[in-house]
């Protein structure tokens, strides 16, 4: 129904930029919201950027300033910028986004399948 592919991430050190990008295909009416999760070993996945269809963003509050979340709705695809990175940003970052599909009354919540970000000190 829903295809998501994560891309981006990787080993960068700390004070510098990346870019993850995720990219959903199929039969979808709408996307509403798409959201950045991160999971560091031994800690729970936390929300860290959300940003609905019309633009208005969520951030947590430890990337506030640092992450800014954008997307194409034309080409169903999100982005998250991360600037001024830091060890502790290190984790593996998912998309999630919450689909309405073609000929569906309820939307449904899709995984990408995480991409690793490690950040050097």
């Known amino acids: 129904q829903v295809q998501l592919v994560e891309s981006g991430g990787g080993l960068v050190q700390a004070g510098g930029s990346q870019r993850l990008s995720c990219a959903a295909t199929?039969?979808?009416?709408?996307?509403?919201?798409m959201a950045w999760y991160r999971q560091a070993p031994g800690k729970q996945r936390e929300l860290v950027a959300a940003?609905?269809?019309?633009?208005?963003?969520n951030y947590a509050d430890s990337v506030k300033g640092r992450f800014t979340a954008s997307r194409d709705n034309a080409k169903n695809t999100g982005y998250l910028q991360m600037n001024s990175l830091k060890p502790e940003d290190t984790a593996v970052y998912y998309c999630?986004?919450?689909?309405?599909?073609?000929?569906?009354?309820?939307?449904?919540?899709?995984w990408g399948q995480g991409t690793q970000v490690t950040v050097s000190s």
């Open positions: 999630n986004i919450r689909v309405l599909l073609k000929g569906s009354y309820m939307p449904t919540d899709y």
């Open positions: 199929g039969s979808i009416v709408s996307i509403d919201p």
């Open positions: 940003i609905t269809s019309g633009g208005s963003t």
